[in-house]
């Protein structure tokens, strides 16, 4: 039979008007408009910088690097990171609602020991707790981190400070890793100047082919050739570099999730009170996204009548 629904007490309202992913799209459409429009106010023509053989030349390059360089796993990462840039960070919500999760599992632990979250772990899709969190079971690393790290105070023999040092190499391990198609795009972006200037040099051969010829037609291609580097720097400091940045930031946040259940597992494991835990957990949230101590405490508290009417 399934429990009842995940408990939402908070309008998950996000701090500024427009979610924070929104802003990566305004971002580069200020990066576009602004040099666009700076270009137009000084008697520019938009249809010169139509080259299509420089992007070819530049864009190809860089996507050729990219290849050289990187393993395929990075850049499935690297794939998989952007699309997520698409999508909202964990939110306020997200955290409450892994806040009661956590409770209603250190629970399980008060009342029946640490063993009686075997099935929970082993079948997260089927378990009568996390099952109501889907949003939670879509984290696959973040489902595993609680698993394994659980596993861990079930076997036992571990003290508190080595299950915390345990707990800090596997989440250094995954930010490292994490951290990786982020480095691997700036490594990009810093290749993108010379790149274009690449682009400017073969740009610059052809006008020598043409030297004799009309002055309009010589003009033509040195302008060309020009683009090529305009594309490249504007590519790299425009979009690639400020690109990879927010995917560092996006790291960030999402292993803000994995700090937030190692707090409340390590202090489950020294021995505190479901509600003490919780508050570990709490404390290691980012304040942007912070529940208060008063909306934990109802949380909780509605976490517990529900579990005492299911039992009845």
């Known amino acids: 039979m399934a429990g009842p629904e995940p408990i939402h ?39 010169l910088l139509m080259q299509p053989a420089e992007f070819v030349i530049i864009g190809g390059a860089a996507l050729g690097t990219l290849l050289v360089s990187t393993p395929m796993s990075v850049i499935h990462e690297l794939l998989g990171q952007l699309k997520r840039l698409m999508t909202p960070p964990p939110g306020r919500q997200d955290y409450s609602d892994l806040l009661v999760m ?30 109501r969190y889907p949003k939670f079971l879509g984290r696959k690393h973040s489902v595993a981190f609680l698993a394994d790290s659980a596993r861990v105070i079930i076997v036992g023999g571990i003290s508190p ?21 982020a480095a691997t795009l700036t490594k990009v972006g810093d290749a993108l100047p010379g790149l274009g200037i690449v682009a400017a040099v073969l740009g610059v051969v052809i006008t020598m082919q043409a030297i004799g010829g009309p002055v309009t037609e010589i003009g033509h291609k040195v302008g060309a050739a020009l683009v090529g580097t305009f594309l490249g720097i504007l590519l790299s400091y425009g979009f690639v570099q400020p690109v990879a940045a927010n995917l560092e930031h996006r790291v960030t946040e999402e ?31 980012p304040d942007e996204v912070r529940p208060t101590f008063e909306q934990t405490e109802q949380m909780c508290r509605d976490a517990r009548s529900d579990i005492q009417a299911q039992a009845a």
Do not use: C
């Not at 309202?13 to 576009?32: K, N, S």
């Not at 190499?169 to 990786?180: K, S, T």
């Open 102 to 131: 956590l409770y209603q599992l250190f629970r399980v632990v008060q009342s029946t020991g640490v063993m009686a979250l075997e099935p929970h772990l082993d079948n997260p899709g089927e378990s009568s707790i996390l099952s």
């Open 9 to 47: 007490i908070l309008s998950g309202a996000p701090v500024f008007p427009w979610p924070l992913h929104m802003l990566l799209i305004a971002g580069l459409f200020v990066v576009i408009a602004a040099v666009a429009g700076g270009y137009l106010w000084e008697g520019g023509r938009l249809a």
């Open 255 to 285: 292993l803000n999730i994995e700090q937030t259940i190692k707090a409340g597992l390590l202090a489950i494991h020294k021995g505190f009170a479901p509600a003490i835990a919780v508050e570990f957990a709490r404390r290691v949230i």
């Open 161 to 181: 400070h080595d299950f915390e040092h345990l707990m800090y190499e596997d989440l250094e391990i995954r930010h490292r890793e994490a951290l990786h198609p």
